[in-house]
T-cell receptor
């Protein structure tokens, strides 16, 4: 079945530094990838939608200059949290949609736990 | 995207059947109903998807009435390992094109001995 690999699974960084999270579709091509953020005991909140070769579309309230998204190929999207602060500490999850679409074409990564100290 | 409403939490015991109902009054003609399971510190995992009537796979059944304004996820004979958050999502997932999935609050299922 479709597999999405997310790396790293956890990261601790100092306040003010930047962190990059990778999302790869391992055995399929993904036209679209999505980035979510999840705080403890809350639901997933969609941050942005990225399409290969074009600029990401950010949800209202998400700072595009802080959360940089690059979707350079049909199998890789990256999320960079720039100048991270403690309030950015969260669980970040990516999802990839199979290029053929379809009913079960959304696969999620295993998530990245970001802790900013 | 159609908004969904589901119970915040449910408790059950091992071996019991659990039914989680989701309301989606504004479901559109092209929308499918999809359920995901999420364990702590993991990404959501696809459970089942349907458009109408009943769908069954190796882990669950999905019941959808004729008006499609609600759906019920049925987990037969739950075990402790079924303790998780279950999300009901409604959207057009057929045409592709980057239709985004919006998550509601989900239902925290707790299974005890």
């Amino acid at each position: 079945g479709a597999v999405v690999s997310q790396h790293p699974s956890w990261v601790i960084c100092k306040s003010g530094t930047s962190v990059k999270i990778e999302c790869r579709s391992l055995d399929f091509q993904a036209t679209t990838m999505f980035w979510y953020r999840q705080f403890p005991k809350q639901s997933l909140m969609l941050m942005a939608t990225s399409n290969e070769g074009s600029k990401a579309t950010y949800e209202q309230g998400v700072e595009k200059d802080k959360f940089l998204i690059n979707h350079a190929s049909l199998t890789l999207s990256t999320l960079t949290v720039t100048s991270a602060h403690p309030e950015d500490s969260s669980f970040y999850i990516c999802s990839a949609q199979h290029i053929k679409g379809g009913k079960d074409g959304y696969t999620f990564g295993s998530g990245t736990r970001l802790t900013v100290v | 995207l159609a908004k969904t409403t589901q119970p915040i939490s449910m408790d059950s015991y091992e071996g019991q059947e659990v039914n989680i109902t989701c309301s989606h009054n504004n479901i559109a003609t092209n929308d499918y109903i999809t359920w995901y399971q999420q364990f702590p510190s993991q990404g959501p995992r696809f459970i089942i998807q349907g458009y109408k009537t009943k769908v069954t796979n190796e882990v669950a059944s999905l019941f959808i009435p004729a008006d499609r304004k609600s759906s019920t996820l049925s987990l037969p004979r739950v075990s402790l390992s079924d303790t998780a958050v279950y999300y009901c999502l409604v959207g057009d997932l057929v045409t592709g094109g980057g239709n985004k999935l919006t998550f509601g609050t989900g239902t925290q299922l707790k299974v005890e001995l």
